[in-house]
């Protein structure tokens, strides 16, 4: 990304780059091992180079592309639903 689309900012008590995340596309990610969600963001420019941001914003709006081979279950008698790969995939 261009230097002009960054700025240094203090977050966290640290210096860091910031840039609005407006429209960037890349992939939730749960790490039970860290118990804790990346959101996952490949280079435009090379396939295999990706950098993976924990996810620490509270109520981030989500859009789930078409043919992303997900689902949404509800179960009866169940106060909340899941999201989940879709049943073709796991079966």
Do not use: C, T
Request: aromatic residues 10%; proline residues 3%.
């Amino acid at each position: 990304m261009p230097d002009s689309q960054q700025r240094k900012v203090v977050y966290r008590k640290l210096e860091a780059l910031v840039r609005d995340a407006s429209g960037v596309k890349g992939v939730l990610m749960w790490v039970p091992s860290e118990q804790v969600y990346y959101f996952r963001v490949w280079d435009d420019l090379a396939e295999d180079d990706f950098r993976d941001y924990k996810l620490l914003h509270d109520d981030l709006s989500i859009v789930i592309d078409k043919g992303s081979l997900a689902s949404l279950y509800d179960i009866n008698g169940e106060e909340d639903g899941y999201l989940d790969h879709s049943p073709e995939v796991m079966n």
